[in-house]
């Protein structure tokens, strides 16, 4: 199978702009969940989605928004970047959300200038 | 609020030696701990995890303890080689019908040859 694959790699974008990040799970897989990764927070957990539902939300600004599509796919947006939004943005699929073992995506590097 | 706690930050050992991280966390309805293994650029990767029901659960080299009553989870690693070299991370999740982890700060662990 295929593992968790993110689009796009990495990410350039200046203050002010939004950025739409994509993630694909691995396959059958319904559950995807969105952290981020910075050197200062460590791994924070953003949202969860299932069955097209955001289930759980993290302690994140209105500005970082995500959704599921019906084939399982998610994205995330974050409006408006500030300087802080630079971070390694991590994906993780899992079969179900009660499903123990979660895999995680390669990441989206956003750098913000 | 939930929170999860991990030490040391940094470890150094000589290859061959044991190494030991721990986590405390804060939920205690938490009931899965998993640990990852990072390297440098990589994706975070599942190396062991324990679910709250068992004690203790050994893989060849890898072992992980849980202590439910003091709320504190620990990963050995036996033997260690230089390929051991990563940052790992411990997780706690807060209940079995979400996916949403809450993550340690991270132990960057260098084993010399």
């Known amino acids: 199978k295929a593992g968790v694959t993110q689009t796009p790699r990495y990410l350039i974008k200046t203050r002010g702009q939004q950025v739409t990040l994509s993630c694909s799970p691995i396959?059958?897989?319904?559950?995807v969940s969105w952290y981020q990764q910075t050197p200062g927070q460590g791994l924070q957990f953003l949202f969860e989605?299932?069955?097209?539902?955001?289930?759980n939300k993290g302690n994140f600004p209105g500005r970082f928004s995500g959704r599921q599509f019906s084939n399982s796919r998610s994205e995330m947006n974050v409006s408006t970047l500030e300087l802080g939004d630079s971070a390694l943005y991590l994906c993780?699929?899992?079969?179900?959300?009660?499903?123990?073992?979660?895999?995680f995506g390669p990441g989206t590097r956003l750098t913000v200038l | 609020g939930e929170n999860v706690e991990q030490h040391p930050s940094t470890l150094s050992v000589q290859e061959g030696d044991s190494a030991v991280i721990k986590c405390t966390y804060s939920?205690?309805?938490?009931?899965?701990f998993p640990w990852y293994k990072q390297e440098l650029g990589k994706r975070p990767q599942l190396i062991i995890d324990?679910?709250?029901?068992?004690g203790e659960k050994k893989d060849q080299r890898i072992a992980v303890t849980l202590n439910k009553t003091a709320k504190h989870f620990s990963l050995h690693i036996t033997e260690t080689q230089p390929e051991d070299s990563a940052v790992y991370f411990c997780?706690?999740?807060?209940?079995?019908?979400?996916?949403?982890?809450?993550f340690g700060q991270g132990t960057t662990l260098q084993v010399k040859p």
């Open positions: 997780a706690a999740r807060g209940s079995s019908n979400t996916g949403k982890l809450i």
């Open positions: 939920d205690s309805a938490s009931n899965y």
């Open positions: 993780a699929s899992s079969f179900l959300p009660s499903a123990d073992t979660q895999y």
């Open positions: 324990i679910r709250s029901n068992v």
């Open positions: 396959s059958g897989h319904r559950s």
């Open positions: 989605y299932f069955s097209e539902t955001q289930r």
